[in-house]
Nanobody
Framework: QAQVEESGGGLVQPGGSLRLSCEAS????????MAWYRQAPGKQRELVAA?????SRNYTESVKGRFTISRNKKTMYLQMNSLKPEDTAVYYC???????????WGQGTQVTVSS
């Protein structure tokens, strides 16, 4: 059974930084795209950033210049700088296999930006 696990969330003051990690395990096939999503209370889940197997990246407009996505094999990171209260959400990791449409989600990690 594939496992996807996020870590690194927490409480941080506005302007602060956090680094999220996502580790995919028990996946015996090549991973295509790894992505971070977030969901704030009362809002729909939205894509934050994604990185493909060829390391091409894309970001949602609101985090460009502040967040950096990176990847090392089956581990993905999200470096979040200059955090704002509106970044508060549960952050989820999604893994999509390269040659199939199979996708796996983690359970999420809470990020709270507040003074």
């Amino acid at each position: 059974q594939a496992q996807v696990e996020e870590s690194g969330g927490g409480l941080v003051q506005p302007g602060g930084s956090l680094r999220l990690s996502c580790e995919a395990s028990r996946i015996g096939f090549s991973i295509g795209v790894m992505a971070w999503y977030r969901q704030a209370p009362g809002k729909q889940r939205e894509l934050v950033a994604a990185i493909s197997h060829d390391t091409s990246r894309n970001y949602t407009e609101s985090v460009k210049g502040r967040f950096t996505i990176s990847r090392n094999k089956k581990t993905m990171y999200l470096q979040m700088n200059s955090l704002k209260p509106e970044d508060t959400a549960v952050y989820y990791c999604k893994v999509r296999l390269l040659f199939t449409s199979a996708e796996y989600w983690g359970q999420g990690t809470q990020v709270t930006v507040s003074s």
